[in-house]
């Protein structure tokens, strides 16, 4: 049972555009998640988060958008740089708090 | 550098072959986490310790996995009898514990342990 989905293995986009990144989940107890950045051998750096009491929380050029009753998020990166091109992972904890449950990740590539 | 550590970064087994991973944690985290990546996968949970305390394993870490954290500081995770499906990379990371609800202390992860069984 995958709780939490990422339906788009990749994404592409041009330099300084906007990458929006969707995550769906199911499980209607989760009231957190987080998006995780990896680059390639490397661990999973942690970017941003938000909690179920908003909708919206924004961090310089990423912004995180939380619609509950579509059980949706999305992450907005503007403006895109090549440097932002990494799998991006949307995670929510366990109702326990402690366990991290991921979605299979999407890539993204930003071209010059 | 005061992040997560793991050692080694790379490990090629034959099958049927024991392998140890070493965890160091970020060292004022008092919780341990496990996951396992595979390729085209988000990581999935397998352990995690507050302190020197297991406090959840997954199903996924059968009889042949076991983990330890001995001082509540490093950890280690043995595979025993090592077969071509537990190739994967295995990612730890550490955090504090999270109090309270809609709050989260996010965890921090390690480079990861590539392992590949023979």
């Known amino acids: 049972d995958q709780q939490v989905k990422q339906n788009s293995p990749s994404l592409s986009v041009q330099e300084g555009r906007i990458s929006i990144l969707n995550c769906d989940y199911t499980n209607s107890m989760f009231d957190y998640f987080l998006w995780y950045k990896k680059y390639p051998a490397e661990g999973p750096t942690f970017l941003i988060s938000i909690s179920s009491i908003k909708d919206k929380n924004e961090d310089g050029r990423f912004t995180v958008f939380l619609n509950k009753s579509a059980k949706h998020l999305s992450l907005h990166i503007v403006p895109s740089q090549p440097g932002d091109s990494a799998v991006y992972f949307c995670?929510?904890?366990?109702?326990?708090?402690?366990?991290?449950?991921f979605g299979e990740g999407t890539q993204l590539t930003v071209n010059p | 550098d005061t992040g997560v550590s793991q050692d080694p970064r790379h490990k090629i087994t034959k099958r049927g072959q024991n392998v140890t991973f070493r965890c160091d944690p970020i060292?004022?985290?008092?919780?341990l986490y496990w996951y396992r990546q595979t390729l085209g996968q988000g990581p999935e949970f397998l352990t995690y310790f507050q302190n020197e305390a297991q406090l959840e394993k997954s199903r996924l870490l059968s009889d042949r996995f076991s983990a330890e954290r001995p001082k509540g500081s490093f950890s280690t995770l043995e595979i025993q009898r090592t077969e071509q499906g537990d190739s994967a990379m295995y990612l730890c990371?550490?955090?504090?514990?999270?109090?309270?609800?809609?709050?989260?202390?996010?965890?921090?992860f390690g480079p990861g342990t590539r392992l590949t069984v023979l």
């Open positions: 990371a550490s955090s504090f514990p999270t109090l309270g609800v809609f709050s989260y202390n996010e965890q921090f």
């Open positions: 060292s004022e985290h008092n919780r």
């Open positions: 995670a929510a904890p366990e109702t326990s708090g402690s366990r991290l449950t």
